[in-house]
């Protein structure tokens, strides 16, 4: 979940220029039938569980890279898989955000995870794990020399039902930013893990409840998307949960602020970072 701080971090959206979108290119994925349905939930590593940090998004990125490294590396259903540190890239997506080492804990933007990891990579949980270092703290050398052999290739994604199917298809996951109050997990998690929106008011939204996700799976005869918490095994349906398409519709439910950011591959670093890529559908 994010604070207060989010409304703050709203103009920082339409105001702020890093430089990072003018090395945008437009990139398309070959046009083809779409999947009946897809599902990555075997190539998943094994849902985290956040507790009381707001680390959702961290999360959700940490488990995008290590999905991308057991696709690589051919893993399906393994117990034994490479685990990221999330507070490695909580810090330094927080420290491009507020621009500054000495970072608050007050959630974070896709956007400054994503530019986080491509200029810092992601490190492995032993390098700066969460058992032994707070939230506030900045990582040591070694992981920063860890993570950095690698960077990643991102791509924006219109916020879209056919965008993110189209990502889907092509193996790669999606966050994206929902409502997530009392009300909506109630739904979840009293139905089976499936969130029904004819029981949703609109009329007691909050975004301060605004929590990020990822999205690893479709069903279009079902009409709904099959989304990755961060609340351990013991919530929803064994961490996972079940969204209809027509919540996307529902914009108030959802962080329109800017498209969805996430990860086409992970690479190895070379002198110059990779540009950034924005889905156009054919």
């Not at 959206?13 to 437009?26: K, L, V």
């Not at 009293?190 to 069903?219: A, E, M, P, S």
């Not at 950011?261 to 156009?280: D, Y």
Request: glycine share 4%.
């Amino acid at each position: 979940m994010w604070t207060p701080y989010y409304f703050e971090r709203r103009r920082y959206y339409h105001a702020q220029r890093d430089g990072a979108h003018t090395q945008e290119e437009s990139f398309s994925f070959p046009n083809q039938r779409l999947a009946p349905s897809v599902d990555l939930r075997m190539w998943m590593t094994p849902i985290t569980n956040q507790n009381n940090t707001r680390t959702c998004c961290a999360n959700a990125f940490a488990a995008i890279c290590e999905y991308l490294i057991r696709r690589t590396n051919n893993r399906p259903f393994t117990q034994t898989s490479i685990i990221l540190s999330h507070l490695f890239i909580y810090f330094n997506g927080r420290m491009k955000e507020q621009h500054t080492r000495h970072v608050r804990d007050l959630g974070v933007f896709q956007r400054s995870v994503a530019l986080g990891i491509r200029e810092y990579g992601a490190c492995e949980e032993e390098f700066w794990s969460s058992r032994w270092h707070s939230l506030r703290e900045q990582p040591h050398r070694t992981a920063y020399q860890q993570a950095r052999k690698y960077t990643a290739v991102l791509l924006r994604v219109p916020i879209t039902i056919e965008a993110i199917e189209t990502c889907l298809h092509n193996q790669i996951p999606v966050p994206i930013d929902i409502i997530m109050d009392d009300e909506t997990v109630q739904i979840i998690t009293t139905n089976n893990g499936f969130l029904d929106v004819r029981r949703l008011n609109d009329n007691t939204i909050d975004v301060r409840n605004l929590h990020t996700v990822l999205i690893v799976g479709y069903d279009r005869r079902k009409q709904h998307f099959i989304m990755r918490n961060s609340w351990g095994t013991n919530w929803g349906s064994d961490g996972y949960f079940y969204v209809p398409y027509s919540f996307l519709s529902r914009r108030e439910r959802i962080n329109c602020t800017d498209t969805l950011w996430t990860i086409r591959r992970i690479e190895p670093r070379k002198h110059r970072l990779p540009n950034i890529s924005r889905l156009v559908l054919q």
